[in-house]
């Protein structure tokens, strides 16, 4: 999606997506690939904080851990110092997961409890290595993904699965969408 989009089917979900992300629930977008749902992510990080995470590019879950929450020195070999995990990274502004279907389920569990938020919309996170919890404010979070509805609630646990099908937006395939295709 971009500037003069002219598709009306493409124009609902720029409009839908304007108006979601102010509503402290979760996004979901879905689609074919290569039809704009990263654009479409990016696009709102007009003054927002904005970090991406591609989770089919984790080599596994201590790589997805460590990058999602961060950790503590000594948390395992190479852990020279802390890093603080992109989820706190994304404190006030906008976390945009890509190919949330790539998780493992022991990431998607860890994430899910992380998702809870508290009575003051924060979220608590702890990093690798640590006894305690980080507390997170105001996170709006994006999640994109190729595959169907079903197909995603097959996948994922089913508690996951609630969480991040609060407010969803499909994104149609350009060939429905003459409008926006180059003649």
Do not use: W
């Not at 990016?42 to 879950?61: L, M, P, T, W």
């Not at 022991?106 to 980080?134: F, P, W, Y």
């Amino acid at each position: 999606l971009y500037p003069g989009t002219q598709s009306p089917r493409r124009m609902k979900a720029q409009k839908e997506m304007s108006i979601y992300l102010n509503s402290g629930f979760s996004i979901l977008l879905l689609g074919e690939r290569g039809i704009g749902k990263s654009r479409l992510a990016v696009e709102q990080k007009k003054e927002d904080n904005f970090i991406a995470v591609n989770c089919a590019s984790f080599a596994d879950d201590t790589m997805a851990e460590s990058e999602l929450f961060g950790y503590k020195k000594g948390a395992f070999t190479g852990a020279t110092s802390d890093k603080v995990g992109l989820i706190k990274e994304a404190e006030n502004g906008i976390l945009f997961f890509d190919e949330i279907h790539s998780l493992s389920r022991r990431v998607q569990s860890k994430l899910m409890t992380a998702l809870q938020t508290d009575q003051d919309n924060r979220l608590h996170i702890r990093r690798l290595g640590d006894n305690e919890e980080i507390k997170v404010n105001q996170v709006k979070l994006i999640f994109a993904s190729n595959r169907t509805i079903q197909e995603l609630r097959d996948c994922l646990l089913p508690d996951f699965f609630d969480r991040i099908v609060q407010q969803v937006i499909e994104l149609p395939p350009l060939r429905q969408c003459k409008e926006e295709r180059e003649n």
